[in-house]
């Protein structure tokens, strides 16, 4: 099979909105010198995210479900999936000749400017497939987990490498659910791949930071390699999704469902959680291929995805204060709607936010309280096409970034009176980076030097291991 | 029934005969038994279900016939021994054998459990076998009567995911011609064996299939109607013949067969990972109605509109023939 076909299959069975996609996208198009418009999936375009946005209500609502259905891979194909195909569509997005460092492991959009000051690619542990499943109850988990389980674990028996974690949450994923259900597999090993890639591409010496996010949630085996899960991080707490209350109630009615409380499947363990949990099993590849091939391995370990944001963020204010640049604009960025490119060109401060929830709110509003008042801070805000439980309204948003900035704050690239069913959003945050002054040109990238540098003046204020 | 000259046999008035069908609770079989009901015959029904028996026992009494109920497993060769003995206490003779019981299951075969694989061949394969050696010794007494073994035509060209169902399906095929000759080589003339072989039929089968494939399993298009097999099977009381294809499809199917195999071979495959599992709604892993009887009364239909859709199928041919012959009349008008 050609390389172009290969990429091409490759690419259709990965989703559009998944985190590691996103990131390897986003980098991947950075280290080429190109922006993260529109999820690197297509044009951005102001004009079409306003037609889109002002749809009615149930019009933006069915595209959101219209969407999950392209989304999703038909179950016919995802049964055959060949987890290498995978592997070579990420180190595919990689083109340079030899990289000064990679960063490989969790998901997390703060390792995006991580991987991006360094000008290394990331390599994810963790992608998501969507399974074609238009006959599923979101509200459903038992029934869910029993109709997925044949095929997460075919998946996994056909993938020594991988671990298949069936994620359902009827809480933030709820359109994407009608049609779709969430496979995300994670690698156990390095594989034969990503060894190749590490091998040609990553330069002499140049350090492996292996990104672990300890992070676990309540999961039922259902196969070898395969798990159920049920809920994930967003605007509900754990607990909640095993003994929902009248917080879902409300929410199941507001939707319509003919359920009024969740009944999941009783958990047998706590593993990493699907999309953000690192699985250790990991290491022990890259400890070996780190030792053969003589590279040194730094390890940054986190408690949660989004305890990495501040961490990076300061590192930007601290390097483009050591530049000369004042370091007085945040932007915040939502999920997958990063730039590296234009956070480094505007000169901005990324503070990557894991949503649009209450804990994403709580952490912007903690990193501003306790760092130093920036000048002006921009919060641009993910659709995910409902208002689920923990969703923070706009207002509050923007009060947030009006009361801590010195100058102005503000809400940009969001549709106020859409969100969060937002459907354009994805085309609009690009463009609205892009409208904000003033331009800078790429600096050269840091070295790891660097990075232990700002971490000898700032390793007791952030809650990331660094070792 | 009169034989004819020289001890052959040619056939039957169906009108008063004593048939024997397995499987009568649905699908073909409940399909066959109401039809031979429509003709006045004595129906001896067996399947796993007494309940759904019941109900079949009643239509076929509505419909003109009469009908005893014997429930039986096939797969137990004494119960099968005994609803023969008890159609002869009832109606003194057989003249006709039905085996319809069939099961299934759908699975990739390192996927599907052995004791699935094995109890689909209990049943489809040696259910058959309990059943023509039950209905030949009483035919082979009589010196006349008729065994229909309901085959399939995954029993010429086999697919991908039911490796157990398709083996029984042409070992009975493999069986039938054996009996068909020990017959002719013993110069039993007056005892016929016929195969059926339908394409895809509207019956619960799918539903009730045991499946490990992760996916819903639909009726394969085109879908034909049980009421065309059992009018098959009506037919081969009146005329037995060695196999017969059921369906248009079916029938193309196996005549490509015959001269393009490696072809027909992959388009069975591709046609069932496409078009025989749901690509989008996945499945539980179960065993369906393989160790226990599916729940309710039963029915010949399952609900995959094979009526419907025959008569579009219909509609859409007369519309092209009609189309083709009115353009084929004004050409040669100009």
Not at chain 1, 65 to 70: I, K, N
Not at chain 1, 175 to 202: C, D, S, T, V
Not at chain 1, 369 to 377: K, Q, Y
Request: proline share 7%; glycine share 8%.
């Amino acid at each position: 099979m050609s390389g172009m076909r290969q990429h091409a299959r490759a690419a259709r069975l990965l989703t559009d909105f998944d985190s590691s996609v996103n990131m390897v996208r986003a980098l991947g198009r950075f280290l080429r010198g190109r922006d993260h418009r529109a999820m690197s999936a297509g044009p951005a375009s102001p004009l079409l995210a306003g037609a889109l946005a002002a749809l009615p209500h149930t019009a933006r609502r069915d595209l959101f479900e219209a969407m999950g259905f392209l989304q999703a891979v038909p179950l016919d194909r995802v049964s055959r999936l060949d987890g290498d195909e995978l592997a070579h569509w990420a180190t595919r997005q990689y083109r340079g000749e030899r990289y000064p460092a990679v960063v490989l492991g969790a998901a997390s959009g703060a390792a995006v400017h991580l991987a991006a000051a360094l000008r290394a690619p990331f390599l994810p542990q963790t992608l998501l497939v969507g399974a074609r499943d238009t006959a599923t109850d979101p509200d459903d988990p038992v029934g869910a987990m029993r109709a997925v389980a044949p095929t997460a674990r075919r998946i996994a028996q056909r993938n020594p490498e991988l671990a298949v974690y069936h994620m359902h949450d009827p809480a933030q994923d709820r359109p994407m659910l009608q049609n779709l259900a969430y496979l995300r597999l994670k690698r156990l090993r390095l594989g034969r791949i990503h060894e190749r890639f590490l091998e040609q591409r990553l330069a002499p010496g140049a350090p492996i930071i292996l990104l672990d996010c300890t992070r676990t949630w309540r999961t039922r085996e259902v196969g070898e390699r395969a798990y159920f899960q049920f809920g994930c991080l967003g605007g509900l707490p754990e607990e909640e999704y095993h003994h929902s209350g009248e917080r879902v109630a409300e929410y199941l009615r507001q939707q319509g469902s003919p359920w009024r409380h969740w009944d999941p499947p009783e958990p047998d363990a706590r593993r990493p959680e699907a999309e953000w949990g690192f699985d250790p099993a990991l290491e022990s590849d890259v400890a070996w291929f780190a030792e053969r091939f003589g590279h040194p391995v730094h390890r940054i370990t986190v408690a949660e995805p989004q305890d990495l944001s501040p961490v990076v963020a300061d590192l930007y204010r601290w390097w483009y204060r050591r530049r000369g640049l004042p370091g007085d604009r945040l932007l915040a960025e939502s999920y997958v709607q990063f730039d590296p490119m234009w956070a480094l060109r505007l000169g901005a401060v990324p503070f990557w936010l894991r949503f649009n929830m209450e804990p994403a709110y709580e952490a912007l509003r903690d990193y501003l309280h306790a760092t130093e008042r920036f000048r002006d801070i921009h919060v641009n805000l993910f659709s995910q096409g409902l208002w689920s439980p923990g969703v923070v309204p706009v207002d509050r948003w923007r009060a947030l970034a009006a009361e801590q900035a010195a100058g102005a704050g503000e809400v940009l690239g969001v549709d106020e009176d859409a969100y969060p069913l937002d459907a354009g959003s994805s085309l609009r945050y690009t463009p609205a980076f892009r409208s904000l002054p003033p331009r800078h040109s790429l600096p050269p990238p840091l070295s790891i030097e660097d990075i232990d540098e700002f971490r000898a003046q700032t390793s007791t204020m952030h809650a990331v291991d660094w070792s | 029934m009169e034989p004819s000259p020289a001890g052959y046999f040619d056939g039957m008035r169906i009108k008063d005969r004593v048939v024997v069908v397995t499987g009568a609770s649905s699908g073909i079989g409940r399909a066959a038994a109401l039809a031979l009901a429509g003709h006045d015959c004595a129906l001896v029904l067996t399947a796993r279900r007494e309940g759904a028996l019941q109900q079949v026992a009643e239509e076929c009494t509505a419909r003109g016939g009469q009908a005893i109920v014997v429930p039986a497993d096939v797969t137990d060769a004494d119960a099968v021994q005994q609803v023969a003995r008890q159609a002869l206490d009832r109606f003194g003779r057989i003249d006709v054998w039905i085996n319809a019981a069939a099961v299934t299951v759908f699975g990739p075969f390192q996927d599907t459990p052995l004791q699935d694989f094995r109890r689909v061949v209990d049943v489809n394969l040696m259910g058959y076998v309990h059943g023509c050696r039950a209905a030949l010794a009483v035919l082979r007494e009589q010196g006349r009567g008729v065994l229909i073994n309901v085959s399939s035509i995954v029993g010429v060209i086999a697919q991908p995911y039911t490796p157990a169902y398709g083996t029984t399906k042409f070992a009975i095929r493999a069986l039938s011609t054996s009996l068909r000759q020990e017959l002719w080589l013993d110069g039993a003339r007056g005892v016929k064996v016929c195969t059926v072989l339908p394409a895809t039929i509207d019956t619960p089968l799918f539903q009730q299939a045991a499946n490990y494939t992760g996916r819903e399993v639909r009726a394969m298009p085109p879908v034909y109607t049980p009421e065309r097999v059992a009018h098959t099977i009506v037919s081969l009381v009146r005329r037995p013949r060695r196999e017969v294809v059921v369906g248009p499809m079916g029938r193309s199917l196996v005549l490509q067969s015959k001269f393009t195999p490696g072809f027909v071979e992959k388009l069975m495959a591709f046609q069932v990972h496409r078009r025989h599992l749901s690509r989008k709604h996945p499945a539980p892993a179960g065993s369906g109605n393989l160790h226990e009887p599916a729940a309710g009364t039963g029915s010949a239909r399952g609900g995959w509109h094979g009526g419907r859709r025959t008569a579009l199928r219909r509609t859409a041919t007369a519309a092209m023939l009609l189309g083709a012959a009115v353009a084929s009349a004004s050409r040669r008008q100009r």
